[in-house]
């Protein structure tokens, strides 16, 4: 079968992947010069779905509202009532209590869990690039005995999900990242978490893209997607830049660009973009620098190891689809960083970064069958897009080759919108 995936971040080229394994004819289509060129570019490295869960969760209205208003608030949201935004947010807030937080959570761990296993298996199984992998875990820390003790309860709830924890005490820190034992900030603990990882979601996508097209998976880059053609339960073409492209199958791979291709067919897709922020600093002290991935519970900031680098990222600006670079979001995140990691890095080569993160209102991504026999959907990753790229990808693939996913796809379809 002849299969057009139409996006090339990391997602799109795990699912060609998986598409190519099956046997189909594989093109990917991006308007990028090459593979993982936009939110796969600079995100903060972590594979964790240990901390997969949903931004709708109890409290955060309150707290979206007061953090706003703050200076230097990781989290921004503006007021102008955009009609697709009013109706995200209308159903993130319907979200936002603690049934549908359980929920949601659970259906998000369910795709996050199955997604490392899925990495795993494409890192020892192919001969790819190196891409930074690193598995020894990820450490939360906390600041304030407050914070420490949300970690306690959050890391109870995890048992439910069969993930293994430990809570450190301040002291403990650097016996788990020697690289801790430096830092000029103060702790009131920790949560280690030795099942999550990290990589470099950019390196990934091109050494999986250049693996699959010298295996006949072909790559038409700055193509851009203009419109579906549809043709009554179907889609008969892809209006693009170059010409029509027809496929038997087709796979909305976008992030936060998808909800504009199906729109004009009468599908509203709920997906709408948070903004983050990166920087990417050079080690030249190895042995002064995090070994694994830590996150600032405090800040919301996690920065992981890659490679010879330093990578911290944060933020959530519910303010469209912008990219400009806002020179306080790069001053809070060097700062911080300079904090937690006061040795190391040469910080007179940092490279700034902004990217969308494609978010549902509830959490989980939508996956599978779109109201088109031959449409299938890979999309709303969210902030977990790393996370969850691989095994999303395995499912919609099982889905287009008819046959059942490894993991149940209640609450994760479209169809719960």
Sequence with gaps: MKVLVLGAGVVGVATAYYLWKDGHEVTVVDRQP??????????????????????????????????????????????????????WVLEWMRNCNAERFRVNKLRMQRVAHYSLQCLREIAGGEALPGFDFHEGGVLQIFRTPAELELGRLSARTLEEYGVPWRILEAAQIPSIEPAMAHSQAGFSGALHLPADASGDSYKFSQGLAAYLEARGVAF????????????????????????????????????????????????????????????????????????????????????????????????????????????????????????????????????????????????????????????????????????????????????????????DLDGLTVDRF
């Design 34 to 87: 090459g593979p993982g060129r936009e939110t796969s570019y600079g995100n903060a490295g972590g594979l964790c779905p240990s901390f997969a869960g949903p931004w709708a969760a109890p409290g955060m209205i309150a707290k979206v509202l007061k953090m706003s208003v703050q200076r230097d608030s990781p989290i921004r949201f503006s007021p102008l009532p955009e009609p697709r935004k009013v109706a």
């Design 220 to 407: 038409r880059y700055g193509v851009s997607i203009q419109a579906l053609e549809r043709a009554g339960d179907a889609i008969a073409s892809v209006r693009t830049s170059q010409g029509p492209l027809q496929a038997d199958a087709y796979v909305l791979a976008l992030g936060s660009h998808a909800p504009f291709l199906v729109r004009p067919l009468g599908l509203k897709l709920p997906v709408y973009p948070l903004k983050g922020y990166s920087i990417t600093v050079p080690v030249s002290d190895p042995d002064a620098a995090p070994r694994m991935a830590v996150m600032d519970e405090h800040n919301k900031i996690m920065i992981s190891r890659l490679g010879d680098r330093i990578r911290a990222a944060g933020m959530a600006e519910l303010t469209g689809y912008g990219l400009d670079l806002d020179p306080a979001r790069k001053r809070l995140l060097v700062e911080v960083v300079r904090e937690l990691v006061p040795r190391g890095l040469e910080w007179d080569k940092v490279e700034f970064w902004a990217g969308l993160r494609p978010m549902t209102p509830d959490g989980p991504p939508i996956l599978g069958r779109s109201p088109w026999r031959n449409l299938f959907l890979n999309s709303g990753h969210g902030s977990n897009g790393w996370t969850q790229s691989c095994g999303t990808s395995k499912v919609v693939a099982d889905i287009v080759s008819g046959r059942t996913p490894a993991i």
